[in-house]
């Protein structure tokens, strides 16, 4: 344990794999858990795909692929950016990782030194805080509140841009908020962006396809910071995909560059079958996109609903993605007699000993107070899983 690097010994779990752990742990012993915890889709990947995978196996897809990914894979993505986003990449500004994750540590490695300042708008997605510490940069938060649909505003993006702020990560649809941010206010912040030379945008657009309300806007679209923007993707929730771990970004060309040389000294390209069946993904349609958002649409309205009506609970009805992000704070500090209840992450703990519900504390996406709830689940299991919540808060005196 003492010859652990520093790196490793400072850098937290990922609060959101570490729940999954849990779950699977206590499902393995036997015990009833409803995991609401994981972001996951809970559909299969469709049919096309699998059969595409299938054809690459037997096609003998079996040597390396490029760092970056298969020329038609890239050929595919610059087709999707041109046609779904309104912006023009070419191959060579694309690369193809293992998954969004992977695409995003990419860039943070690629553009941050050690010193270098990165803004996240919290509440944000639990691993961009430990990437950047992993770059040596120092995350910058701005912080959100219920009140205001956890956005930030131009105030505060403006006053927290030093001489020393090198990326801003932004996040719409959001985990965990699955708030959407209007045309309007992204060219906003694309202004601020742009008065600010030398700051970069990293723009994560994995939730785009579930969406609600409103229209994607992809910040790359606005020509006036396009060379100044990193747009990241994945085929992971879109086409109920995560296990194939397939990301990838579209980013001026030195970016691009530098990612392919870390991706090389890392991992090299790819999965070959992975990437053939990410090919088939964006290529083909088969109305399943539209089928896993009108089911999330669903979720969303049938669990908001019903969490709505529990005592203390607030909550913002999403327009994205597939999470709920209730404001809990009405039970911090109370007890069941045994346990005192004093965080958001005591409370997910607690929810998963007495209810047997696996939810995410906000503490580790920014937002003590509040705790993450996904939808990805059936209709009975999530009426199930709020009934048992429910259930259980009563308790806390």
């Known amino acids: 344990m003492e010859y652990l690097s520093d790196r490793i010994r400072t850098m937290a779990t990922s609060a959101t794999m570490a ?5 699977r742990e206590l499902k393995a012993r036997g015990l009833d858990i409803i995991s609401l915890s994981l972001g996951e889709p809970d559909f299969n990947t469709p049919a096309y795909i699998r059969e595409a995978a299938k054809e690459a196996i037997d096609g003998n897809y079996s040597k390396y692929p490029p760092v970056s990914g298969y020329v038609d894979l890239r050929d595919a993505i610059c087709k999707k950016f041109r046609d779904e986003n309104g912006i023009t990449y070419t191959r060579d500004q ?3 990782s293992g998954g969004g994750k992977h695409s995003i540590i990419n860039v943070i490695l690629s553009i941050v030194n050690p010193g270098d300042e990165v803004i996240i708008l919290a509440p944000y997605w639990v691993s961009y805080y430990d990437q950047i510490l992993i770059a040596g940069g120092r995350p910058v938060i701005l912080e959100t509140t219920i009140e205001n649909d956890f956005k930030v505003s131009l105030e505060q993006l403006e006053s927290a841009i030093t001489d020393k702020t090198r990326l801003v990560i932004f996040n719409s649809p959001s985990n965990p908020t699955g708030m959407v941010y209007s045309r309007g206010e992204q060219e906003a912040i694309a202004r601020v962006i742009q008065r600010h030379e030398g700051v970069f945008l990293m723009s994560d657009e994995v939730y785009e396809h579930i969406l609600f309300e409103g229209e994607h806007v992809s910040m790359a679209s606005f020509d006036f910071i396009y060379d100044r923007v990193i747009t990241v993707n994945a085929v992971s929730k879109a086409y109920a995909m995560t296990g194939w771990r397939i990301g990838y970004i579209g980013a001026p060309k030195w970016i ?17 079958i992975a990437q053939r069946a990410a090919l088939a993904a964006l290529s ?23 969490l709505s009506g529990i005592r203390g ?9 597939f999470y709920v992000l209730p ?5 911090l500090g109370k007890t069941d007699g045994t346990e005192i ?9 607690w929810l998963l000993d007495r209810a047997g519900v696996a939810t995410v504390g906000g503490d580790a996406f920014g937002a003590p107070g509040y705790i993450r709830i996904s939808y990805a689940n059936s209709d009975d299991l999530l009426t199930e899983a709020v009934r048992r919540i429910k259930e259980a808060l009563e308790i806390l005196k």
């Open 313 to 321: 609970l607030r909550v913002r009805v999403p327009q994205g993605a």
């Open 341 to 349: 209840v004093r965080t958001a992450d005591d409370l997910a703990l």
């Open 256 to 272: 691009a560059d530098a990612c392919d040389k870390l991706q090389g000294q890392f991992t090299s390209g790819v999965s070959s």
């Open 284 to 306: 083909g349609k088969d109305g399943s996109i539209q089928m896993m958002r009108d089911a999330f649409l669903r979720r969303r309205d049938l669990i908001c609903n019903q």
């Open 94 to 96: 694309v690369v193809v």
């Open 327 to 331: 404001d809990i704070s009405y039970y």
């Open 19 to 23: 729940m999954a752990r849990k779950s």
